[in-house]
Structure formats: C-alpha cells, structure tokens
C-alpha cells in the first residue's frame, strides 16, 4: 500500500470488519467526525467527508510541514482549547498524517467498542488510501463522497443526508473544512450544486468501496 506523502490529495476510505457496521447511533457519526477533525485538522486539508452505516470516505490533501506550522499558531487564536491535537503546546512538532490516521481509527475503536461491550478490531485491516492525480478526479470524488448515500440505498436525496460534508459546505457550518477553496474548485456555489446533480461515475473501479 502507498505511502501518504505530503502535498499529495488522497481518497481515504474504509469499512467495518467483515462488513459490519461502525456507526450504530448519531452520536457515533458525530463522535467519529469530531475526532477526526482534532486529529488530522493540523496535518490535513480536509474537502469532503460521508460516513455510512458500516464504511467511510475522506478527501484530503497533506499538509507541508511548514503549513502545519502556520496552521497550528493560526488555530490556537480562533479555536477553544481541546480543538485540535496538540494544541496545548506552544511550539508544534510536524505529525504524520498516517499516525494521526492511526490515533484516530484506535480512539474511535475503543470509544465504540466500551460503549457496545465488545471487544478486538473494529475496521477492515490498515485503511485504503488512493492518491488523487488530476483535477478532474478531485472533482469527480467529491461528488461521489458526498452522494455517496444514495449508491447505497440509504436515502434518495444526498442533499438532506446530515452525516455528509454536504450540508456544511453550503451553510458554511463546519469552518474546519476547506469550503471556500472547494467552492472556487468548482468555480462557485450554482456550479458545485449543478456537478452534484449531473455526477457520472467516470473515477474507475479503483475509488470505490461497495457494500
């Protein structure tokens, strides 16, 4: 499996051990993606997120260590103590985005295994990354993220899915996302509704993770 490099955009995604499900209550999804945002808000730009049932997809780019630097000190002014990793320090020392991955799949792991009395692993093996190498597929995975629940039946309209990065991109909800470069990606708001709704799967076999 590749290695996560920085400067480097990835699709990161996984599923549930033997398929099952990960995410049982709403307090799951919303324990998951706070997590995930104290863990890898320094170490990684984050542009799209689902989180279904029993699998996951992120979209990301990874942070310089330069940039970790100049977001770290940015950060502690605007947000709370316990936002982010770290962020008691005064100086930051670069992290690696795949041992940020790695607290955040063992934190989540042991949240969700003391709240359901079980034990062992609770993903499938290491989580799969695939390295984005154009625009075109940066555009294309965003869409197939955030509509994703709809490839799975879970609902007929991904605009009104709350465990979606959807939502928060157009209120401007959530200011961890990078939601304003998203949005000049697509070259504005109609345009980012319109790609949504006009999405073709054109990525290849190798962006998906079925059921």
């Not at 984050?46 to 780019?61: D, E, K, S």
Request: charged residues 25%; aromatic residues 18%.
């Amino acid at each position: 499996m590749e290695s996560i490099e920085v400067e480097n955009y990835y699709h990161i995604y996984n599923r549930g051990a033997g398929k099952a499900d990960i995410f049982c209550f709403s307090d799951d999804y919303k324990h998951f993606i706070n997590k995930y945002f104290y863990y890898l808000y320094i170490p990684a730009e984050t542009y799209a997120w689902c989180l279904l049932r029993n699998h996951f997809h992120l979209l990301i780019r990874v942070r310089t260590a330069e940039e970790q630097e100049t977001i770290f000190h940015s950060a502690k002014n605007i947000y709370p103590a316990g936002t982010f990793y770290g962020d008691h320090f005064n100086t930051i020392k670069p992290y690696k985005a795949s041992k940020q991955f790695s607290h955040l799949f063992n934190s989540y792991t042991k949240y969700f295994n003391a709240k359901n009395g079980r034990s062992g692993t609770l993903v499938e093996g290491s989580f799969k990354r695939k390295r984005i190498v154009d625009e075109a597929n940066f555009l294309h995975l965003a869409c197939y993220i955030q509509r994703n629940p709809i490839h799975h039946g879970i609902t007929e309209n991904y605009t009104g899915y709350t465990q979606s990065s959807y939502q928060d991109i157009l209120a401007g909800n959530h200011t961890l996302l990078e939601r304003n470069q998203l949005m000049d990606r697509f070259g504005g708001k109609e345009n980012f509704i319109a790609s949504h709704q006009e999405f073709r799967e054109k990525l290849g076999s190798d962006f998906y993770l079925e059921e």
